[in-house]
């Protein structure tokens, strides 16, 4: 396991709008752990929102020199968006001479990127929880594969409290969600790095689908590079 503990910081400013300073854990290269300065307050509740989950939020690899150059691209450029959300999210801020300025139009696929990226965090937790009752695993493509909605026996009280009340709609509706909001994020990785073509997303879902094994909790089920399920 890669466990070094070292952070690095990262300051950022958006043309003079908001100023902001963020820490990376080495292990963790897309999880905000401390902000400072001040940023619009859109800005922050989507920032709070992504450090509680994201699909490569957790990524948990053994050294870096092991990572393939495509794996080294697809995780930078998925970095790369997570910062963009930031300034998506912006509403106005007060240039370094006081004006109010108002942020530049963002493109669709920008707004559509931020939007999927929202969508995985405030789903986070019922994924988690999802992955533990067995209703969901990581498949080879990069997103979730659903079983049968079946409460194991031994499940402790709180998962099946949980089971209790999340219904058959509720589920497909999660799923659904996280699922789209995965391929738009994969698609996005193909169209804001030069490097990548649609050719290569077949093996940019191999990536994704990787990280998501590797940061899948004991007992979840996940697919093998075989094609076989399996529970970690």
Known sequence: MFNVQRSTSLSIE???RAAFT??????NPLSIV?????IPAAALALLLALTSGCTLAKVDVNVV?????LENQVLGTYNALSEDVLLVASVRGVSPTGKVETPPKHSPEQ???AQALENIAFHADDVETLKRLGWVGENLEGTLTSFNREVPEKAPADLKAFAGRFG??????VVSEVNRSREILM???VQTNENFTAKDLPAIRKVFARV???NSAPGTKVQEDDGKWVTR
Request: net charge positive; proline share 0%; charged share 30%.
């Open 22 to 27: 963020v820490v990376r854990c080495a292990l």
């Open 187 to 189: 698609l996005r990785v």
């Open 14 to 16: 958006a043309k003079g």
């Open 34 to 38: 401390h902000c400072q300065l001040s």
């Open 65 to 69: 020199s092991e990572r393939t150059s």
């Open 212 to 214: 998501n094994r590797q």
């Open 168 to 173: 058959e709609g509720e589920f497909r509706q």
């Open 111 to 113: 707004q559509e990127a």
